[in-house]
C-alpha cells in the first residue's frame, strides 16, 4: 500500500516544527540579551542637558569638592542636584551676563527650579541609599567613572540587579531581596 503522504511531507513537519521551537526560544533569548546591551541601557551615551555645564571645568579646574553641589550625597538617600543658587556665589561677578547662563539667571530671578536631565536612574522599586555607600568608602568613580573628566555625564555602570548584587557578595553586603526590594 502506497504511504498517505509522499516522505517530502515529513521533512517539511519536521523543519516546521525545528523552525518554530527556535523562534519561540530564540526571540525571548535575543530580547534579554538586547535589553543588557549598552544601548538599551543608555550606558555611555552622554545626555544632553539645558545648560552646557562642565564638570571638567568645576572639578578638575577649580578645584570643587563634589560634596559643595551635591551636598546629600554623605547623609541621605539621594546625592541631590544643586539648586541655581549654588551657581551664583562664582558666577555673579563675570560670567552671570553671559549667554551660556540665561537659565541660571532666569531661574534665580523667577524662582523655578532649573530642569537637568536625568543621567543615572534605577527603576522605582529599587531601593538605593547613597549615604551607606559613600560612608563605607566607596568612591563615587566605582559607580560614576571618572566624572571630573567628563564633558556631559554619561552612565558608566550598568546599574543592572547583578551588577548591585555582585559587588554586594563580593564585600559581604545584604544580598536578600528586601534589601533592594521594599
Ligand atoms: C559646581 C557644581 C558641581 C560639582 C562640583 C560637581 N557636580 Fe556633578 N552635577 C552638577 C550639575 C549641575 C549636574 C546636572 C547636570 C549634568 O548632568 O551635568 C551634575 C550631575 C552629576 C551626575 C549625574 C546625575 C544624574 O542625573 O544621574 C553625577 C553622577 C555627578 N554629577 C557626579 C559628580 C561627581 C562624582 C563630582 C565630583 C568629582 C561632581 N559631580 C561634582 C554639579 C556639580
Ligand atoms: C566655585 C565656583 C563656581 C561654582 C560654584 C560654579 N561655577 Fe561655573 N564656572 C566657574 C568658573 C571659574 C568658570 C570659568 C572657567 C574658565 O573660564 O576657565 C565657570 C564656567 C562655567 C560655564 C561656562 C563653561 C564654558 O563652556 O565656557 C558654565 C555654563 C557654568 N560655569 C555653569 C555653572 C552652573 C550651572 C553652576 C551651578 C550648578 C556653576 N557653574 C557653579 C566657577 C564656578
Ligand atoms: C554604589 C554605587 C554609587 C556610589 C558609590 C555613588 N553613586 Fe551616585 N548614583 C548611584 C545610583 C545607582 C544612582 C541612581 C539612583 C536612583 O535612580 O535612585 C546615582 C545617582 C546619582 C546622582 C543623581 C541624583 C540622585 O541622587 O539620584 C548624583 C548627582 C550622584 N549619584 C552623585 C554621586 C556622587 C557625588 C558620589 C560620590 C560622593 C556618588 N554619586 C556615589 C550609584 C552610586
Ligand atoms: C562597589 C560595591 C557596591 C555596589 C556596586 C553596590 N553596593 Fe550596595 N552596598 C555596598 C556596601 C559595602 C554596603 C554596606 C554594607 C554594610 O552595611 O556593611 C552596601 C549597602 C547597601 C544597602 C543597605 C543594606 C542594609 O540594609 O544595610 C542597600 C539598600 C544597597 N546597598 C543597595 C544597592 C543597590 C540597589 C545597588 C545597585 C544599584 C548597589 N547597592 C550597588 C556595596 C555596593
Ligand atoms: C543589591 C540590590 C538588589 C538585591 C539584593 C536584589 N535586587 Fe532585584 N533588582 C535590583 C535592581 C537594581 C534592579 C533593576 C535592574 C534593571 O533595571 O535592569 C532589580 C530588578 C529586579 C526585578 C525586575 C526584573 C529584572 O531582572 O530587571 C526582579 C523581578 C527582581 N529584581 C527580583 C529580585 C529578587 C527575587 C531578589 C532576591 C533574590 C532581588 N531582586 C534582590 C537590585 C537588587
Same mark, same amino acid.
Given at each position: 500500500?502506497?504511504?498517505?503522504?509522499?516522505?517530502?511531507?515529513?521533512?517539511? +513537519?519536521?523543519?516546521?516544527? %525545528? +523552525?518554530?521551537?527556535?523562534?519561540?526560544?530564540?526571540?525571548?533569548?535575543?530580547?534579554?540579551?538586547?535589553?543588557?546591551?549598552?544601548?538599551?541601557?543608555?550606558?555611555?551615551?552622554?545626555?544632553?542637558?539645558?545648560? +552646557?555645564?562642565?564638570?571638567? %571645568?568645576?572639578?578638575?579646574?577649580?578645584?570643587?569638592?563634589?560634596?559643595?553641589?551635591?551636598?546629600?550625597?554623605?547623609?541621605?538617600?539621594?546625592?541631590? %542636584?544643586?539648586?541655581?543658587?549654588?551657581?551664583?556665589?562664582?558666577?555673579?561677578?563675570?560670567?552671570?551676563?553671559?549667554?551660556?547662563?540665561?537659565?541660571?539667571?532666569?531661574?534665580?530671578?523667577?524662582?523655578?527650579?532649573?530642569?537637568?536631565?536625568?543621567?543615572? +536612574?534605577?527603576?522605582?522599586?529599587?531601593?538605593?541609599?547613597?549615604? %551607606?555607600?559613600?560612608?563605607?568608602?566607596?568612591?563615587?568613580?566605582?559607580?560614576?567613572?571618572?566624572?571630573?573628566?567628563?564633558?556631559?555625564?554619561?552612565?558608566?555602570?550598568?546599574?543592572?540587579?547583578?551588577?548591585?548584587?555582585?559587588?554586594?557578595?563580593?564585600?559581604?553586603?545584604?544580598?536578600?531581596?528586601?534589601?533592594?526590594?521594599?
Amino acid at each position: 500500500m502506497a504511504a498517505p503522504f509522499p516522505r517530502w511531507v515529513n521533512t517539511l +513537519a519536521r523543519a516546521t516544527l %525545528i +523552525a518554530a521551537v527556535c523562534t519561540l526560544v530564540g526571540v525571548p533569548v535575543a530580547l534579554m540579551a538586547w535589553v543588557r546591551t549598552p544601548n538599551a541601557t543608555r550606558r555611555f551615551q552622554p545626555v544632553a542637558q539645558p545648560i +552646557a555645564f562642565d564638570h571638567r %571645568i568645576h572639578v578638575t579646574g577649580q578645584h570643587i569638592d563634589c560634596q559643595y553641589c551635591h551636598f546629600s550625597v554623605e547623609r541621605a538617600a539621594s546625592a541631590g %542636584i544643586p539648586p541655581s543658587s549654588t551657581c551664583v556665589p562664582c558666577h555673579s561677578t563675570v560670567w552671570m551676563n553671559s549667554s551660556a547662563l540665561s537659565l541660571v539667571r532666569q531661574s534665580v530671578a523667577t524662582g523655578t527650579p532649573l530642569h537637568w536631565n536625568r543621567v543615572n +536612574a534605577l527603576p522605582g522599586f529599587v531601593y538605593f541609599n547613597h549615604a %551607606i555607600h559613600v560612608n563605607k568608602g566607596i568612591k563615587c568613580e566605582n559607580c560614576h567613572g571618572r566624572v571630573e573628566r567628563m564633558a556631559r555625564v554619561y552612565q558608566a555602570a550598568p546599574l543592572t540587579m547583578s551588577w548591585c548584587v555582585d559587588c554586594h557578595r563580593t564585600v559581604r553586603a545584604p544580598t536578600n531581596c528586601t534589601t533592594c526590594h521594599r
